[in-house]
Each structure stands twice: as C-alpha cells, then as structure tokens.
C-alpha cells in the first residue's frame, strides 16, 4: 500500500498570502488528521476528518481551516499568512476505529517570508 | 498540555539496548500509552502502544508498570538509524486521531 501523500513538500508564501496543502490518506483510510511542528511550539493538533466532517479542532485561529472530499482526501487552507505560521504541516490517517495508529507523511514544509 | 514526562535526550551505544523512560502519572483507566518516533525530517512513526500489560512487536517492547504511573520503550538493539526524537503519549480510547505531543527525548545512538 502506498503510504499517505502531501503535496507540496516544499513551499514559500509571503505574509499575507494563503495557501492550500493537499493530502492523500492510506488506502481504505477515511479518517486524516493535521498538525502543525515549529521548533517553538513542537508538534499541535489542528483538526481531524472523518466522512466530509470536522470531528475535532485543536487551539488554532479561524485562519486555519480544512476540508475533506468523498474520496477520503483532504485539504488544509491558510489564509492572510503570517510569519509564525512558518512550519511542517503533517497529515495523519488512519482506519476509524477504537485504538487505530496514525500513519504520518513527510510533511509540507511552508515557509512565510 | 501533554501528559507525559520524558528527559530531553539519552545516549546509547549502537548494539545496546535502549531504555527511554516516561512518567505519565494522572493517566487515566481508558487512556493508551503510545510511542513515536520522529527521525530527522520525516514524519512521526509509529512505534508501539499498551493499555495495561507489557507489550511487544518487532521495532520495541513496551513495558508499563502495574500502577500505570510510568513507563519504558525498549529498542533492544539499538543501531545508528534508531537516532531520533522518541515521544510518549498519553492518548484517550475511543475514535480520535488527536495526540497531544510532548517535546519527547532525543535518542542519539553512538558507534
């Protein structure tokens, strides 16, 4: 099985500018996660999908935003980006079940200028 | 805030076993003991996870002890390319893919 895909890995906005991250869950995964890594603040949840709907939202601004399309695959917006939002933004799926881990991709890495 | 306690870094010789500690002592009856680990870069992994016995797999053995206050990941073979951040989490039962991360322990395993 392929593993989960971001796309891109690599990119560089300017303040002010938003930004649209994609990402491609395992097969047969229907539920993705997002975090977010700064060297600051470590790793934070931003917000979990399952079937289209937000299920769970971490401590972030309305800035931050996401989606998920009825093939499982989701997308995390950021609008009027600022300097802080400069990270690796990591995407999670896993089977909807009781205990079931979550496979990471490698990230994308968004640099704010 | 995350629920675990870990020390920042741990140095273990390659061909070693590898011994990371975590405290996690307001764990709750439901809650999962979950390890991953994060190489330079990449994404976390996955390592291992437990509820209440000792649990192993071929990357780790989780031992948990029988108050649930602590625990310890065992890489019983420690090679260079186990050198990476190890986070302890403490994670609720039930349908979530939220974690709370610590800042973890960065293993650096030493030829």
């Known amino acids: 099985k392929a593993g989960v895909t971001q796309t891109p890995r690599y990119l560089i906005k300017t303040r002010g500018q938003q930004v649209t991250l994609s990402c491609s869950p395992i097969s047969g995964h229907r539920s993705v996660s997002w975090y977010q890594q700064t060297p600051g603040q470590g790793l934070q949840f931003l917000f979990e999908?399952?079937?289209?709907?937000?299920?769970n939202k971490g401590n972030f601004p309305g800035r931050f935003s996401g989606r998920q399309f009825s093939n499982s695959r989701s997308e995390m917006n950021v609008s009027t980006l600022e300097l802080g939002d400069s990270a690796l933004y990591l995407c999670a799926s896993r089977e909807h079940g009781d205990t079931g881990e979550l496979f990471f991709g490698e990230g994308s890495r968004l640099t704010v200028l | 805030d995350a629920k675990t306690t870990q020390p920042t870094s741990m140095d273990c010789a390659e061909g070693r076993a590898a011994n990371l500690p975590c405290n996690h002592s307001?764990?709750?009856?439901?809650?999962?003991v979950y390890w991953y680990r994060q190489i330079h870069s990449q994404g976390p992994q996955y390592i291992i996870h437990?509820?209440?016995n000792n649990e192993t797999n071929e990357m780790a053995s989780l031992i948990i002890t029988e108050d649930r206050k602590s625990s310890t990941l065992i890489l019983p073979h420690a090679t260079l390319r186990d050198t990476a951040v190890y986070y302890c989490i403490v994670r609720i039962s039930g349908n979530t893919g939220k974690l709370i991360f610590g800042q973890g322990t960065t293993l650096q395993v030493k030829p």
């Open positions: 999908y399952f079937s289209e709907t937000q299920r």
């Open positions: 307001t764990i709750s009856g439901n809650e999962y």
């Open positions: 437990g509820l209440k």
